[in-house]
């Protein structure tokens, strides 16, 4: 603290102010006297025009651990035990959900030996094969109830982790029968109880994956951790159908349904292996809470859940993006039948075309999640279902036979095109899965969680039962595709359609907004410190004048 020492002369007797003692340590400032040039004034008036001027007897330049002595250690330990909070667990998160949304995405490897197996073993209708990829799907709409169980019930002192276990053991046993057992793949009875039984796991499953990387992302404040998963799935997906061609050029769908069963085996000896005690997730404090009835706690969960997605934040995204996948008819089952059965494109250029469609959805995952997520977020889905729509046309392209026109042959054009209309529809639930995990709630991810997956899959399937009912209805067959681009262009109409309500989309994401204002709320006030003004490598620490203090 500096004290400038003041002489002021007066007609009467000189006032030299007590007060203005020099402070008990040695001053770095050399300091010179000031004189009030109106020597007859009032003794007691300062001259507001006086200025102090301190020169420094040797330049301080102060480290940057040492600017701030006092707050360090509180701030240093603050960051440390942040940084401390969000490694907690990151190993086993790692194993644990990354290896599982690998296996998830890699569920395409037996899917595609499945399709193959339907159409050209069991020689289904294009229509009645769609319509059972449908129904095999109905499994996925109970994802809600799953997550209220996982919500609620706790099984050995765990809510997430027992139920990823169960999921993969169903899953064993559904793709472990249709290898081993020959007849159940034979009958359409028994084929859609077992792809019934594998759906049921990998529902379970994803419930409390996605409820575990929400539950994890708000507990160490980790966001954004749904662009990994979508990473996870894609890098999943590029191995299962690089691989699923050349298995089915090689071997039978038995050996693959095989390969898949024991791939579960691994995702259930790490679901054993991890304690989620050791994720740093909140554990339960009253065991009354595990005893409690089932009844009570599906109500409690129930009402949670019906007030979370009553919100405006929440309900009017979920309604404009439900709206949209489900008013689109989708022909995959008259496309596939038309590719494999018209144009005779072999099973490697099918999975070598969803393997280039699986590293688009990689690279605009990470372009999502190093870019796109600061453009507004009304502003970037409108711009995906445009291009959602443009990119259907592109079998129109393939069916009228234009790419051969343009010398481009059709396996060149089906392996690089025919799974982009697949790819932006799975990008467009990136932004709204990252919304809602930022909105839900504490103690209810799995609950909303499921619901959204829910939704989704519901009004996907409610699009597939849609597209086959048009198939039907136009009079697209297993040997007559001459309709087909009738329904091409009805998908793309209707896909334009919800542009119309672009209005229930947010503009911003409200929690970005958020930690944006906080953001600036922190710098402003850090700004604005009082006694501390940086200039330069050099900090001087101002202080009120004490004879400012007498006036």
């Not at 086993?92 to 949304?101: K, T």
């Not at 359409?188 to 929400?214: F, K, R, W």
Request: aromatic content about 8%; charged content about 15%; hydrophobic content about 45%.
């Amino acid at each position: 603290m500096i004290f400038p020492s003041i002489s002021v002369r007066a007609p009467l007797n000189p006032i030299t102010p007590s007060v203005l003692k020099p402070p008990p340590k040695p001053s770095l400032f050399r300091v010179k006297p000031v004189h009030c040039s109106n020597h007859h004034q009032n003794p007691n008036a300062v001259d507001k025009s006086v200025k102090l001027t301190t020169h420094l007897i040797h330049p301080i330049t102060v480290a940057t651990e040492l600017v701030n002595k006092k707050h360090g250690k509180k701030n240093s330990g603050d960051e440390e035990r942040r940084e401390s909070s969000s490694q907690v667990g990151s190993r086993q998160m790692l194993g644990l959900c990354g290896f599982g949304y690998g296996v998830q995405g890699f569920r395409c490897f037996p899917w595609l030996a499945l399709n193959f197996h339907m159409a050209h073993n069991l020689r289904l209708d294009p229509s009645m094969m769609q319509i059972v990829q449908n129904i095999g799907n109905l499994p996925m709409v109970a994802k809600p109830l799953f997550g209220i169980l996982s919500d609620a019930f706790y099984i050995g002192g765990a809510h997430r982790i027992p139920y990823i276990f169960l999921g993969a053991f169903l899953q064993i046993l559904s793709w472990g029968a249709l290898s081993l057992i020959p007849v159940a793949g034979e009958a359409l009875a028994t084929l859609m109880l077992c792809v019934l039984l594998s759906n049921l796991g990998a529902s379970i499953t994803e419930v409390a994956q996605d409820a575990l990387v929400a539950e994890y992302g708000q507990k160490h404040r980790r966001g954004g951790l749904q662009s990994y998963a979508f990473m996870a799935v894609a890098a999943g997906g590029i191995l299962g159908n690089l691989f699923g061609g050349y298995f089915l050029q090689n071997t039978q769908p038995n050996t693959m349904f095989l390969v898949f069963a024991i791939l579960l085996l691994f995702q259930v000896a790490v679901s054993l292996t991890t304690k989620e005690d050791s994720l740093g997730l909140p554990q339960p404090v009253d065991q009354n809470l595990v005893r409690k009835s089932i009844f009570e706690g599906v109500r409690e969960q129930f009402s949670n859940l019906m007030t979370t997605i009553s919100e405006d934040s929440i309900c009017r995204p979920l309604a404009w993006v439900v709206a949209s996948i489900a008013m689109v008819p989708i022909l995959s089952g008259p496309i596939f039948c038309y590719q494999t059965q018209c144009l005779c494109l072999d099973p490697s250029t099918i999975g070598m075309s969803r393997v280039v469609s699986q590293l688009m959805l990689l690279s605009a995952t990470v372009l999502y999640n190093q870019f796109w997520k600061r453009i507004p977020m009304r502003k970037l889905i409108g711009t995906v279902q445009i291009l959602y729509a443009s990119s259907l046309l592109l079998d129109l392209v393939l069916v009228r036979q234009i790419n051969l026109s343009l010398g481009i042959p059709n396996q060149v054009f089906a392996l690089c095109f025919s799974g982009v209309a697949e790819t932006i529809a799975q990008f467009k639930l990136l932004p709204f899965s990252v919304l809602f995990a930022s909105l839900c709630p504490s103690g209810c991810e799995g609950s909303l969680t499921s619901f959204l997956a829910s939704a989704f899959c519901l009004s996907s399937i409610f699009s597939g039962v849609f597209g086959a009912g048009l198939a039907s209805l136009i009079g697209i067959t297993g040997g007559d595709y001459s309709s087909l681009p009738v329904g091409i262009l009805i998908q793309f109409l209707a896909a334009l359609v919800p542009l119309g309500w672009m209005h229930l989309v947010p503009m911003v994401d409200p929690t970005a907004e958020k930690e944006r204002k906080k953001g600036t709320s922190k710098r402003s006030r850090r700004n604005r410190r009082v006694g501390r003004v940086a200039l330069d490598s050099i900090y001087v620490y101002r202080r009120e004048r004490e004879y400012e203090e007498q006036r």
